[in-house]
């Protein structure tokens, strides 16, 4: 079975530009995560959904929102990108997203902004 | 002071080595508590998933949880180079996903 697949790998951006990065949860789950990973520190919760619906958000701004279709698949957009934003963005799904849910991460995606 | 704090790191240790990586945290509404494994260019991967005080054993893998002391643990035994990663532990109010990550130990096992 595929695991979590995430698009693209790596982008680079420059500051004010707007972003959107894709993912594609396990055959089956219904539940989607995204965390932002700065390098050498631990991700860092932004969005949770589950059925389309948000369930969760992070301390993070106005300028990053998330959806969820109706084949569970992801979008995380971050819009006025920060020299700040640069990080691997990571996405994970589960069954039906309680605590008690195993998580399953994606490669994540490398934002670059210059 | 941070949320979730952990060993920096990084750690090397030889081939074969029990190893102890820790963290403490300062939310006393933590009671659900994770360890993840992440190698390079790669997203974590669960190990261990622990519920309240106590301990959990997994083949070379023992998670210990101690909420008096907002204490918990990790072990490995007999550990392996294939072992060398990055290790997170995460913690959950029990809020949906809303997972709090530690910054991670890097550790390096050495044949």
């Known amino acids: 079975d595929a695991g979590v697949t995430q698009s693209p790998t790596h982008l680079i951006k420059t500051r004010g530009q707007q972003v959107t990065l894709r993912c594609s949860p396990i055959?089956?789950?219904?539940?989607v995560s995204w965390y932002q990973q700065v390098l050498g520190q631990g991700p860092q919760f932004i969005f949770q959904?589950?059925?389309?619906?948000?369930?969760g958000r992070g301390n993070f701004p106005d300028r990053f929102s998330a959806r969820q279709f109706p084949n569970y698949s992801s979008e995380l957009n971050v819009n006025a990108l920060l020299l700040g934003d640069s990080a691997l963005y990571l996405c994970?799904?589960?069954?039906?997203?309680?605590?008690?849910?195993?998580?399953?991460f994606g490669p994540g995606t490398r934002l670059t902004v210059l | 002071q941070k949320e979730v704090e952990q060993d920096p790191g990084p750690l090397s240790v030889p081939e074969g080595a029990i190893v102890s990586l820790n963290c403490t945290y300062s939310?006393?509404?933590?009671?659900?508590f994770m360890w993840y494994r992440q190698y390079s260019r790669k997203g974590p991967e669960l190990l261990m998933y622990?519920?309240?005080?106590g301990n959990k054993e997994d083949g070379r893998f023992t998670a210990q949880v101690d909420k008096s002391s907002k204490y918990i643990s990790l072990f490995i035994r007999d550990s392996q180079p294939s072992d060398s990663a990055t290790y997170l532990c995460?913690?959950?109010?029990?809020?949906?996903?809303?997972?709090?990550f530690g910054p991670g130990t890097r550790l390096s096992v050495l044949p």
């Open positions: 959904y589950y059925e389309k619906e948000e369930r």
């Open positions: 994970a799904s589960s069954l039906v997203g309680s605590s008690t849910d195993t998580q399953y």
């Open positions: 939310n006393s509404a933590f009671q659900y």
């Open positions: 055959s089956g789950h219904k539940s």
């Open positions: 995460a913690m959950s109010a029990g809020y949906g996903q809303n997972f709090v």
């Open positions: 622990t519920y309240s005080s």
